[in-house]
């Protein structure tokens, strides 16, 4: 900010000068001393000028309802939503949402640099703050074949952005723990920035490692000891609640008046569907109210704390210079947002966004399956008269479980038993690397007829497809390749 705008913003803040606007008459969630004020808001431009009574050119009467600031999204991979950034923007900012941190980890591992550029770019200019963390494992496997391999050198530029703040989640943990150079330079590529983590069941002298490794946070805790012994070792922890997996409900009885502000709410994956019919953040606020959680602490858990994590010192609270970002909630129990602003501009209004977004189109990041069209021979799996193993579905989780089952037989290969709920599973590489074809069989998809084909499957996002009868399976697959995937 240059001296004369802010010999403006401090005249105002000391009653000499008008406001731009002021918000009166509301109920001030205090992110910061975890209270509520019954204060009006004085708002200059994009900032905060001060709390208090002040004369403005505009004054909004906001009638006893509560002014929270807008809410932050620690963790989340757009892509995830099956959204382009602008229209994510469109579906989260009426829900109060004022910023995300997302880790373009999905769409690199497609499209490599150009997919971290494109997230960039797509997400200038919106009503909502799209900050990204730099993906740390593109591939992230070799056991899988993805559309690119990122290392330091080809990460390094981007830290120049304004918008990038760190290292995103350190999937590799026993790359980390087990001290192999190439995953330790990207730890060390933050220099001194937030490096997140991704450390399922990782605990005793492997967590201990993984932490002094300079590895700060955690999202994949799925039992209470897990997460209770991260944040004993220094690490912040993410309580997830996703589309895919939700832990909330076993994490949150953890969090406390005395450790609360080691705690933030995160998504991680956020499907559109629900975003558009449950809400975003605001629903996870709602969830953790119900379980019990202060409101406040609540609302913390979902700004403050998640702000002071990436050093985002001007957002995650209503206080003097802090961007003017704010949702305003009826009651702190459903947490439905009135009206949502974004630096003192009235964004959105009754779960409506306002104006259009700005949209972005980069071919790049289009047309990106490279396969030859398939037919169900091949998808066959040679019979061996043998039980074969099962991948089975874990609800609401990301890891699965493992069994076995007697399939039926024609003509020497192995079919999909639907009326045992056993399904065939293909992986078929989509890069156009090598061609390569995983071939399985999975339980716990329901599924009793036709198939399933998607080109988003986490990491590696290769076409994976469940089907119960082959041809219909290289039906799906082929539609895909037809459409040009995702």
Not at 111 to 140: H, K, W
Not at 175 to 196: F, I, N, S, T, Y
Not at 202 to 208: A, E, S
Not at 258 to 271: G, I, M, T, W, Y
Request: proline share 5%; with cysteine; net charge negative.
């Amino acid at each position: 900010m240059s001296i004369p705008d802010l010999q403006k913003l401090v005249a105002v803040a000391r009653g000499d000068q008008p406001a731009d606007l002021l918000l009166k008459n509301g109920k001030i969630v205090n992110t910061l001393s975890y209270e509520i004020e019954e204060e009006s808001v004085a708002v200059l431009g994009g900032l905060i000028a001060g709390i208090g009574d002040y004369e403005a050119r505009e004054t909004v009467d906001l009638q006893g309802a509560y002014l929270s600031p807008s809410l932050i999204d620690g963790h989340i991979h757009i892509e995830s939503s099956l959204l382009a950034p602008p229209e994510f923007a469109r579906a989260v900012v009426a829900c109060g949402t004022g910023a995300v941190v997302c880790d373009p980890h999905e769409i690199a591992n497609v499209c490599g640099t150009d997919g971290i550029r494109y997230m960039l770019e797509a997400s200038e200019g919106l009503p909502l703050d799209v900050f990204a963390m730099l993906p740390s494992c593109v591939p992230a496997t070799h056991m899988e074949t993805s559309g690119a391999d990122l290392g330091p050198d080809d990460l390094a530029p981007f830290l120049s952005h304004e918008r990038v703040l760190g290292i995103a989640e350190v999937m590799n943990f026993p790359g980390v723990v087990l001290g192999m150079e190439p995953v330790l330079k990207k730890v060390e590529l933050a220099g001194g920035r937030p490096v997140d983590g991704h450390a399922p069941g990782v605990t005793g002298k492997w967590l201990n490692a993984y932490a002094a490794a300079g590895i700060q946070t955690d999202h994949e805790s799925t039992e209470i000891g897990e997460a209770r012994e991260k944040l004993r070792r220094g690490m912040r922890v993410f309580l997830r609640e996703g589309s895919t997996a939700r832990n909330l409900d076993a994490l949150i009885s953890l969090v406390t008046p005395a450790n609360c502000h080691r705690f933030s709410l995160v998504s991680d994956d956020k499907h559109a569907d629900e975003l558009l019919g449950h809400g975003h953040m605001n629903a996870t606020v709602a969830k953790a109210v119900a379980k019990g959680v202060d409101p406040v602490i609540a609302l913390a858990m979902a700004s403050s704390h998640t702000a002071d994590h990436y050093g985002l010192s001007h957002l995650g609270a209503i206080a003097p210079g802090r961007d003017a970002n704010f949702a305003l909630f009826s009651d702190l129990r459903e947490f439905r947002a009135l009206r949502v602003w974004h630096r003192g501009r009235l964004v959105a209004e009754h779960g409506n966004l306002l104006s259009d977004p700005p949209a972005h189109v980069d071919r790049a990041v289009l047309n990106t399956i490279h396969i030859e069209d398939v037919t169900s021979d091949d998808f066959a799996i040679v019979d061996t008269g043998s039980a074969v193993n099962v991948i089975d579905v874990v609800p609401d989780q990301i890891v699965t479980g493992r069994s076995t089952a007697k399939l039926p037989v024609k003509d020497g290969r192995l079919l999909a038993d639907a009326e045992h709920d056993v399904l065939k599973l293909v992986v078929i590489e989509r890069h156009g690397r090598n061609g390569g074809i995983g071939r399985g069989f999975v339980r716990g998809f329901g599924l009793r007829g036709g198939a399933l084909a998607s080109t988003v499957a986490h990491d590696s996002h290769n076409i994976i497809c469940v089907g119960a009868v082959d041809a219909d399976m290289a039906c799906a697959v082929n539609a895909l390749k037809a459409a040009g995937g995702g």
